[in-house]
């Protein structure tokens, strides 16, 4: 099982429920809240800063 960051579930959550877009998500990596390969699981995109 993959180590997660603190608050990669609730990112998750909030995308698949479509309350944030992937630009909120991208806000996720910047804070540091989740990786930038957190960011690929999360929207099946490579993270381009």
Do not use: C, N, P
């Amino acid at each position: 099982m993959t180590e997660h960051s603190a608050k990669f579930d609730d990112v998750k959550k909030y995308y698949d429920l479509r309350i944030w877009k992937k630009s909120t998500v991208k806000l996720a990596v910047k804070k540091k809240w989740i990786t930038a390969d957190e960011y690929e699981e999360i929207t099946g995109e490579a993270y381009a800063a």
